[in-house]
């Protein structure tokens, strides 16, 4: 029986400030339910935090990106036999790098955007795109950490520079023009699509984590048709990673209605502005009950 949870946050990532958001929230929600909580913050080596395990029932990581999301920290557990929150070792590797992702999506038919990886910052600005815009952004990093919306070859060079400071491969993406959408699964449990209107060109990190700087819709208005098809998709991709416990899966809608699978996130957010809760809220869950569940589905894998 689980008693004593220990939440994991901070980390090394660009991504530290929101991973703190969300350990306060989660603490919060497991202390009301019940559980002891014991906070573990991370700087540096991750395996100075061996000793902050002893007696802990359960640790919710509430890291984003970096080696809280990719395979690393849940490498580390399983090695201690500590069961934990989320997707295991594969399938945390697998969604933190976005173009073997979207490679593994388009084998089996899902639509994604075309996209170029470059491993090295020269030979990327050496390219020369036939079209504009396109979308630079990290291939493994978050939150939209580094992406860059380019409109012309000018603006090329400098995407690239702020896209490397952040990951050493460099994703190029073709650019689709729609509504952006994102789906919550829970074991095998597809949550409603949330739609997500920014007042930014994208849902950028400032449109992400500053309250009102975008719009939500959920459940979105969808003819039901398209909406099953969306969330088949975001189904399949968990389960063609080997996801478990939660994740959530990004797509664009073009204007032909046509959806783009763009992303998975293996540790996705839960601060009061994250899209996880709204997902749940819609389908008539707490805050606290989704956090009892996303333990609950976690400790099946």
């Not at 934990?84 to 955007?113: D, R």
């Not at 950490?145 to 896209?163: D, K, R």
Request: hydrophobic fraction near 40%; glycine fraction near 8%; proline fraction near 4%.
């Amino acid at each position: 029986m689980i008693k004593k949870i220990g939440i994991l946050t901070g980390g090394d990532s660009a991504e530290r400030e929101i991973s703190l958001k969300s350990c306060e929230a989660i603490e919060k929600a497991c202390n009301e339910i019940g559980y002891t909580t014991k906070r573990i913050i991370i700087d540096g080596n991750a395996q100075k935090i061996i000793p902050e395990l002893i007696g802990v029932d359960f640790i919710f990581i509430a890291l984003h990106g970096g080696k809280g999301e990719n395979g690393v920290i849940q490498g580390l557990l399983d090695s201690l036999n500590i069961p934990y929150n989320g997707s295991g070792v594969l399938a945390s590797s697998l969604g933190m790098e976005k173009s073997l992702t979207k490679q593994l999506a388009k084998s089996f038919g899902i639509q994604t955007p075309d996209w170029k990886i470059f491993g090295d910052i020269t030979e990327s600005k050496k390219y020369i795109s036939n079209e504009f815009p396109i979308v630079v952004k990290p291939s493994a990093d978050g939150s939209t950490i580094g992406l860059s919306f380019v409109q012309n070859q000018a603006e090329f060079a400098e995407a690239v520079e702020l896209a490397d400071k952040y990951d050493g491969n460099i994703m190029v993406e073709n650019y689709i023009e729609g509504r952006e959408l994102t789906v919550t699964i829970i074991g095998q449990k597809v949550f409603p699509i949330v739609e997500i209107i920014p007042k930014h060109k994208f849902y950028d990190y400032e449109c992400k984590y500053e309250k009102g700087m975008s719009d939500y819709i959920c459940p979105a208005e969808l003819p039901k048709k398209l909406t099953d098809k969306i969330q088949n998709f975001a189904l399949e991709v968990f389960n063609i990673l080997q996801c478990s416990g939660y994740a959530r899966a990004d797509f664009i809608l073009d204007k032909n209605n046509n959806p783009w699978f763009l992303e998975i996130n293996t540790l996705p957010g839960v601060t009061a502005t994250s899209l996880v809760p709204k997902s749940a809220m819609a389908a008539g869950i707490s805050f606290n009950n989704l956090i009892q569940m996303i333990i609950n589905e976690s400790l099946k894998k």
